[in-house]
């Protein structure tokens, strides 16, 4: 059933490479799969239409905003199926030439952008010996949340590292946040620690739908990325997941039944401070 309750999403899961052409032919077919199955709002990964050899090779294939090969691929496979779909990651220029931007945009059936969230958090950290990131050496950070009230409902944003830092999620919880969307690009070792418990976590503890689409396979420049992309409910249920490799994960997002628990469970009008 589809209405402005009731309606399907997608979280599409990938293992990108270098080489942008192969990974939107791949996006496309991932996007086309979920649309056949229904979806209303599809989600892509972060970095899914680049993963180069170094964090620097973003710059090569950085795009102006509003302008390039990526954001028409978005913004056509929006229009043309007719849904809202989300572009994981999109190395934006910046005036510097030194550094990219990590944006999110949102397009709309019309194939017109509603809007585009910069992560905030850069992920600048040593996950395991010889495995560190130095996210903010070639990327800009945003500074600003972003939610979107669409036909489907209030929607926040938030990539990847964000997802470690719950008040970003609470300030876009007051601003009415139905649905959270959250591309992402886990490594293999936070992943396996951590990336179930605080997806769920985010959405029992704001109770709202989250869409979580992540990287999940082996890549070319030999990094190892989670996968589990999945569909959560209000209450912390998994509706859909996907353990690994290319692919999509499914679910329903019933805004009346959230509204409900949210009734029932008005946690969120209890916080104190």
């Not at 892509?44 to 710059?59: I, T």
């Not at 090969?69 to 005036?95: K, N, R, W």
């Not at 830092?165 to 690009?185: D, T």
């Not at 420049?221 to 994960?249: C, F, K, Q, Y």
Request: hydrophobic share 40%; proline share 6%; with cysteine.
């Amino acid at each position: 059933m589809t209405s402005r309750h009731r309606f399907s999403v997608a979280a599409v899961q990938m293992a990108s490479g270098p080489h942008v052409d192969a990974n939107l032919q791949e996006a496309g077919r991932l996007i086309s799969k979920a649309c056949r199955a229904g979806a209303r709002l599809v989600a892509l990964p972060e970095n899914f239409a680049f993963m180069g050899y170094a964090e620097s090779d973003k710059l090569k294939v950085a795009e102006p905003d509003g302008v390039g090969v990526i954001q028409d691929f978005l913004s056509e496979q929006a229009s043309s199926h007719g849904i809202f779909l989300v572009g994981g990651t999109v190395p934006l220029s910046t005036a510097s030439g030194t550094k990219i931007r990590p944006a999110v945009p949102v397009y709309g059936p019309d194939g017109k952008r509603w809007g585009c969230y910069d992560k905030i958090h850069l992920f600048d950290v040593e996950v395991a010996p010889g495995e560190a990131y130095r996210e903010s050496e070639v990327q800009q950070g945003g500074h600003e949340p972003l939610l979107l009230d669409t036909p489907l409902g209030k929607i926040g944003l938030g990539v990847c590292y964000d997802l470690r830092f719950p008040e970003l999620f609470r300030e876009l919880a007051k601003q009415g946040m139905e649905l959270l969307v959250l591309p992402s690009a886990f490594t293999a070792v936070t992943g396996e620690a951590h990336w179930n418990i605080l997806v769920r976590t985010r959405a029992v503890e704001n109770l709202c739908y989250v869409v979580a689409p992540d990287q999940g396979g082996y890549h070319v420049n030999g990094r190892e990325t989670h996968g589990e992309s999945m569909v959560v409910d209000p209450w912390g249920g998994v509706i859909d997941s996907l353990p690994s490799g290319s692919g999509i994960a499914l679910g329903e997002v019933d805004l009346q039944r959230l509204h409900e628990i949210r009734s029932r469970f008005p946690a969120l009008g209890h916080r104190k401070l």
